[in-house]
């Protein structure tokens, strides 16, 4: 079982988090999780989850661009775009031994 896991979004990591609570697992002592978007009703979560907050405005914006570009013919394969983010700080992340 690995120590870490970081889901694409914060539901899918509160669905983790119950589901390997389910199972005995103890959040964060057995296994940290990590989510990805801030989804501020799971704030309400226990423990609460720590995530990275994205401007989703931003990455829909920019994702439109690329299907617009795409579907006017330009080369965009292989293409990355960086919307920056915030590391938000939750109690579902254990600190590092070493």
Sequence with gaps: MPTAFVCNCDDAGYVLMERLRQEGYRIPEDISVVGFDNYTFLNFAYPRLTTIEVDVVEMADRAVDLL????????RAGSRIVVNGRFISGNSVAERKM
């Design 68 to 75: 617009v570009g795409m579907m006017r013919g330009e080369d």
